[in-house]
């Protein structure tokens, strides 16, 4: 698996690693698009079922994780995006996986990402009007008083 | 008839007309209400076995205390106006539907003697003032303010007025057997053979109509709970909401009588009785088991949606009452023997029913290896035949 | 996909009908805001979030064994699948074996489970269709499943039974007896509900060729479970993917072949079969033994993270799980599959009736508190 995303992704330059039974390739934001497009369209992938896409907060960084899997070939990849704290930005996969638009809405909402290229980010989960992005770490449990 | 007479020769002739009339027609209003209690009483027990469970069972003995409990319910509610509501329609709308139901029944037998008034053009009169319930209908949706009574409104207004004709043929057919408007007539016409039995498609063809004008289900689209929550009746609660109650379950009875009278032979088969109220229980037996019939219909069926209920009536139902009132008239003029026309209509109705039934049910396959043979070519024509079907 | 809509015929003016938050036929406080043209939908606007509890911000805060009492309320129908994913994330992250016993025990909870869910879906879809028996039928069946399953676990619903290495009780000893005769039951109930509305034709004239997805359609959606099986793709997780016990066990998967309201439901009638047949073998195969791992009373899992996945009954619930080692979760990400199946219902109402809508919600079984967490 490794060797494949290894082989696959040459020319985007991606940082394999692995956890437990995943093989995870870390890209730059500005190529997720190619990347997914490329893992998409391979037949040695073929990729064509997004899992999932989370956003984790590292408190120094946001990273961005795409679960991807092949319905045909039956494998799992993940692929990572690291953006930075201040002033977040990493383009939509949308054209790629139609099925990415409720999770970058949600991502949006709860941590403050701006997917580039989304149509339309409005609120998914939160009301509108609500002040703040409650899935960062920062933002306190607790202690959050609303009037 | 009966308080008009005695009142005359007491009060002479207006006042003792005018006062025995009144005197009639609020008896029969309470009797009207009284079996629209014993209705919605028999349509929850029969509804509650069907589902696998009991009915009403704590007012009264085994819930026949119920239906006084829900009026009082129902009278007692507050009696809320929508705010945009225009208040002179909306007031009005539950008269307009409630008063051409309960004028229907001024003329319906319900044994050889005991009638309101009986006139010559009985059935005319019926079939012309059913038709005004649904203006009512329709200023009850509009007046109402709200999205979803407009639409309930307008669908309510399309699939009556569809269903009416199918009523009207089938009871022209009728009336060509019996040579005569006058219920009565028609009655004692049926005294040798029911006409159900001589007319089986108008029989089917009067009880599809028949159900889908009062609007029950699989024909309740217009008040449909789960999409349009209510139709024209969703503004109305309370007292307003109950006349608009008793309105559908007088005009279920008033179908379920009409098939009585018309197909059943009434109180005239298979035997003339010579008291008039035994041939009012004989009369109420066979309604009553009409109506447990479309309850059961209600239990049972899902609903149908608007668009398939018109073609159902525009495509199926209309076509078919031509060729029944074709074929009577055929018969008629041939004099043939009466068997020959029960063939040809049970002939008819036998076949596009199998003809529908086959059209609908065609596109799901009923085995399961067919339905697994045909997922199985359409995943290998789409490459995937390596797909992890075990691993 | 904005969420201006498009008008339909021209030179009138398209009504915008609100299904609100309250509203008999969608399934929990979901509303979608429809633009209709007389009967016909043009366009859907679905607005979700009511049901927003912050669970995962939630996880964060809890220890391991708190947040299965958390998972339990996301599909608040299928409570015995959202634990046992958790379950399965922590122990794939700290590489925990589960006894044989508590594998089996878990099965047959899960299969149960969803073959009280199925009922229910049943139920409800039959009811959106106009038909009020079947909802009766249903719960029924729900009543046996949920009476057995307050003698094992306690609770009718909300069960925090199992935990991280195992179960947390054993089976009671009248179970054995309990469970035939309620396979039976079920069996009898299942064919008496098909009977009843799966090939009725009004039913049929309802739900055939109402609301079609297509089979690439539904994945680039991310559809899961019975709905991507109704278009006649062949993925279930317990066969690509098989986890627990499941590759001892010998079942089929039903597929549809149009991916329409009526393959949908007819796809979860015959997993209701094929529950009550997985059953039947776990309980031949199942053997004495210990019900819990050894593992320490506050779970640890050692730093790295995994993802976790099983097939609930509607669809492939995930669990992005990222630890650093402590004693609670540094990111717990949940992937509720009515989440993604929602998002293909727009694409499903194109030109359909507004009765239609309704139907295709209801075929679509979504749980509003796992699309909100």
Known sequence: MESLLVECLKEFKPRIGSSLDDTIATVSSELIVEVGRKLKDDYRTLCDFLRCLSVVDYEDHFQVVYHLYSTQKNHQLVIKSDIPYEDPHIPSVMGVWVGADWYEREGHDLFGIIFDGHPDLTPLILYEGFEGYPGRKSYPLNDYKEW | MFARDILTDLLGKPWGEIIGLTIELIGLLTALSIVVLSLTWMERKLLGRIQGRMGPMRVGFHGILQPIADALKLVLKEDVVPGSADKGLFWFAPLAVFVPSFMIWITIPVSHDLVLANLDMGLFYIIAFAVLSITGLVMAGWSSASKYAVLGGLRSAAQLISYEIPIIMAVISIAMMSQSLNLQVIVEAQSNIPYALLQPLALAIFLIAGVAEVGRTPFDIYFAESEIVGGPFVEYSGAHWSVFFLAEYINTFAIAILVALLFFGGWSFPLMPEISALGFLWVGLKTYLVIAVIFWLRGTLPRLRVDQLMSLAWKVIIPLSFVNIMITATYLYYGWAWPILTLISLSITVTVSYMLYRKITRPALRTLEERLAYAKSYNQSRGQSEVSDAR | ?373
């Open chain 3, 1 to 373: 996909m904005t969420s201006e809509p498009q008008t339909g015929t021209p030179g009138t003016v398209d009504m915008m009908m609100n299904m609100g938050p309250q509203h008999p036929a969608t399934h929990g406080v979901f509303r979608m805001v429809l633009s209709i043209d007389g009967e016909r939908v043009i366009d859907m606007v679905p607005h979700i979030g009511y049901l927003h509890r912050g669970s995962e911000k939630l996880c964060e805060h809890e220890q391991y064994s708190q947040i299965i009492t958390l998972f339990d309320r996301l599909d608040y129908i299928a409570n015995f699948n959202n634990e046992l994913v958790i379950c399965k994330a922590t122990e794939k992250l700290m590489g925990l074996e589960v006894p044989d016993r508590a594998q089996y025990i878990r099965v047959i909870l899960c299969e149960l489970n969803r073959l009280a869910s199925h009922m229910l879906f049943y139920g409800t879809f039959g009811l959106d269709a106009g038909a009020m028996t079947p909802i009766m039928y249903g719960f029924r069946e729900r009543e046996r499943i949920q009476s057995l399953f307050e003698s094992i676990s306690g609770a009718r619903m909300m069960h925090n039974f199992f935990r991280i290495g195992g179960i947390r009780y054993d089976l009671p000893e009248d179970f054995n007896q309990r469970i035939t005769q309620l396979l039976n039951e079920l069996q009898k109930g299942a064919e008496k509900a098909d009977k009843l509305l799966t090939f009725n034709e009004v039913f049929l004239a309802r739900t055939r060729d109402v609301g079609i997805i297509s089979a690439e359609d539904a994945i680039a959606y991310g559809l899961s479970g019975p709905n991507l099986r109704a278009t006649g793709v062949n993925y279930d997780v317990r066969k690509s993917d098989p986890y627990e016990v499941y590759d001892r066990i010998d079942f089929d998967i039903p597929l549809g072949d149009r991916g329409d309201c009526w393959d949908r439901h007819y796809v979860r009638m015959r997993e209701m079969y094929e529950s009550i047949k997985i059953i039947r073998q776990c309980l031949e195969q199942i053997s004495e033994g210990p019900i819990m791992a050894p593992v320490r009373r506050i779970a640890r899992p050692p730093a790295g993270e995994v993802f976790a996945h099983a097939e609930n009954p509607r669809g492939d619930f995930g669990v992005y799980l990222v630890s650093t080692g402590g004693d609670k979760p540094y990111r717990l990400k949940m992937r509720p599959p009515s989440f993604c199946n929602l998002m293909a219902l727009r694409h499903m109402l194109r030109d359909a009736y507004i009765a239609d809508a309704v139907m295709i919600l209801g075929s679509l079984d979504i749980v509003l508190g796992e699309v909100d967490r």
